[in-house]
């Protein structure tokens, strides 16, 4: 039989409900089949090595909360790409924002890759040099999950976020 979830064929699949929907799956997916993380918004039921990877991105930015200072303004999800964006509006290089600030040009690099989170310091000289804001509120955790519900996570989001 096939696993309509992941295609394989296996000697015997189960049926579960996906959202109101039969679907015929195999040992492996029928734990996803229950678990509301592999389903986007729409419905449509992700692959679950796809679900993986969203899970991952959810840890990684609960990882990140852990190490914000406490205060109401926390780090922007896309400090990286305000920075780039500011930097390059301005005409500036690398370097010419690393002299402005007092930075390496590789830790320039570094911040707008994403690959290096700016402690609150660089942030504040990066505002200031950039004439821009990278943080935000920080929302209870009661609203993230309301947030995260609301948008949810589509297929679409993630190969955004694949992208960068
Ligand atoms: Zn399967």
């Known amino acids: 039989m096939l696993c309509e979830m992941c295609g394989a064929e296996v000697p015997r699949t189960k049926l579960v409900m996906v959202e109101g929907a039969a679907v015929h799956v195999c040992g492996k997916c029928e734990k996803f ?4 993380a592999v389903r986007a918004k729409d419905g449509a039921v992700l692959l679950p090595d796809v679900a993986d990877r969203l899970d991952n ?3 990684r930015r609960k990882e990140r909360d852990i ?7 926390e780090l922007a999800e896309d400090y990286s790409e305000r920075i780039r964006k500011a930097r390059q509006r301005q005409g500036m290089s690398h370097e010419d924002l690393g002299r402005l600030i ?7 690099v570094k911040v ?3 690959e290096m989170t700016p402690p609150d310091k660089l942030v ?9 804001k990278l943080k935000e509120p920080a929302l ?11 948008q949810g996570m589509t297929l679409g989001d993630f190969i955004k976020v694949k992208k960068k």
């Open 57 to 59: 991105r959810e840890k």
């Open 112 to 114: 707008e890759s994403g």
């Open 102 to 108: 007092s930075e390496k040009k590789s830790v320039i």
């Open 67 to 73: 190490y914000e200072t406490s205060g109401e303004l």
């Open 33 to 36: 089949a229950s678990s509301p």
């Open 140 to 150: 209870a955790a009661g609203e993230v999950r309301k947030a995260n519900n609301s």
């Open 124 to 132: 504040e000289r990066l505002e200031r040099a950039l004439n821009i």
